[in-house]
């Protein structure tokens, strides 16, 4: 019987519990968790006192924004806490210090804190202001909610009109792994479960290249964000649609990626480079902003034998995806990941990053593309937003992790790794060879 169940605000859903293993997995290294982050790049200093009303008024709105995670049993909830405490930082850069220099001490401290589940705010608002340079980081923990999800808190926060914020709601049905099991009858589940079974031992045929040193500890994650201008974007869009087609560009920016860490390290281990990358179950125009993780895993494999030849890569991971479609594959995950949130955290990790085959790390990078995020147009609290990043926590290995976004046309690649197992001179070797890859410039 689960005791304190007045105190209990939500169960976590299966595609929570997905999030949750990945926390668990980072925390046993003695990280931070799960934690992600947004950060908006503004033009001016924005109306503190404004900002603070409207983040006040979203916490109102979304009491599960100050929730805590406890286990209750086996199971996992969010749950009320019986005081409240800070969730919005101003962090203002004396003349004194270097602005640069203060803005990424600030973003490495918040996205390094060590805090217990039990206790860490699910969701904080960080404004990071100076004389030449402002950021907003909104920073959340994954079993909170999805990337998308992030999007659409900063969207509210953003949004002027009162009525319009009310469009913003809870979710008014059950979990969307649940919603889409439920269209299947018992046999369909049960064929499903097996097709997912045999596609994830399909791909532990190959063992996965790995460029993380295995016996080196992770101390903290750092990042480095690039820009690039609107005609290499453009270039890249057009050369994305000619390579994998309209709706196949995450697919181009993950075959870049391997064939950029297959150029600089080809000694490296391993038979292929596999990538775990989100599929979203969410409705286009959903606008419910919080309220759990709407995604479930998928992956992009590519025999290292067909690297060096960019048609055949391109056309592979291609066949891939029409496979996933074709087969429903995406679909096949959903009964894997509802029975694996009955699983402990311990067991639900093993599963999900090591191989069957070899009892190795399946993930030889993470990846994210969020397109182009909805906040054109919007105007935060009298500052234009003029570009933004986001930046996630990560196992190790792999320690490494790809995530991009267009904003203004332009095209902004965060790279997100641990140090020591990398550093900052080979992040800027591999982002040189990875444009050189998105603009098909040969060797």
């Excluded at 790049?41 to 406890?70: G, H, K, M, Y």
């Excluded at 150029?263 to 902003?289: M, T």
């Excluded at 105007?379 to 203004?408: E, R």
Aim: net charge neutral; glycine share 4%; aromatic share 10%.
């Amino acid at each position: 019987m689960i005791k304190n169940t007045i105190n209990i605000i939500q169960k976590l859903n299966p595609a929570d519990c997905f999030t949750l293993a990945m926390d668990e997995e980072i925390r046993q290294e003695g990280m931070p968790g799960s934690l992600c982050g947004f950060a908006l790049e503004l033009s001016i200093t924005p109306d503190i006192e404004a900002l603070s009303v409207r983040i006040e008024e979203f916490i109102r709105n979304f009491p599960l924004s100050t929730a805590s995670l406890q286990q209750r049993g086996k199971q996992f909830y969010w749950c009320k806490r019986e005081s409240s405490y800070q969730t919005f930082f101003h962090h203002p850069c004396s003349e004194q210090e270097d602005e640069e220099l203060f803005h990424c001490n600030i973003i490495d401290n918040v996205i390094n804190h060590l805090e217990p589940r039990e206790t860490i705010a699910p969701i904080e608002f960080h404004l990071i202001t100076g004389n030449k340079k402002n950021v907003f980081l909104l920073r959340w923990i994954h079993p909170f909610c999805d990337a998308r999800g992030a999007d659409l808190i900063l969207k509210y926060l953003c949004t002027e009109s009162e009525s319009e914020r009310q469009l913003f709601d809870l979710p008014k049905t059950e979990s969307l792994v649940n919603l889409q099991l439920k269209k299947y009858k018992w046999w369909q589940k049960i064929s499903l479960f097996i097709k997912g079974k045999r596609y994830i031992e399909q791909l532990d045929q190959l063992q996965s290249i790995i460029h993380a040193p295995q016996d080196i500890a992770p101390e903290k994650l750092s990042m480095a964000v690039f820009r690039l201008s609107e005609e290499q974007t453009q270039t890249i869009t057009a050369l994305s649609r000619k390579h994998v087609g309209l709706t196949g560009t995450s697919l181009y920016y993950i075959g870049c990626f391997m064939r950029a860490l297959n150029k600089i390290e080809p000694e490296k281990a391993g038979d292929a480079y596999c990538v775990p990358y989100a599929f979203n179950l969410r409705k286009q125009k959903s606008i419910s902003p919080v309220l759990g993780n709407h995604v479930c895993a998928l992956f992009a494999q590519a025999p290292r034998t067909i690297l060096n030849n960019r048609e055949k890569l391109f056309n592979h991971l291609k066949q891939q995806n029409m496979n996933v479609i074709r087969q429903k594959l995406d679909y096949a995950f959903l009964p894997i990941m509802w029975a694996a949130s009955w699983l402990s955290l311990k067991k639900h990790g093993e599963h999900l990053r090591q191989s069957f085959r070899s009892n190795t790390e399946r993930s030889s990078f993470w990846f994210s593309d969020i397109g182009t995020p909805d906040l054109s147009g919007h105007p935060f609290f009298n500052a234009d937003i003029t570009q933004l990043f986001h930046l996630c926590q990560v196992t190790s290995p792999p320690g490494l992790a790809l995530l991009n976004c267009q904003y203004n046309k332009q095209l902004t690649l965060s790279y997100n790794y641990i140090e020591p197992l990398f550093n900052k001179k080979w992040i800027e070797k591999l982002h040189k060879q990875v444009v050189k890859e998105l603009l098909e410039i040969p060797d």
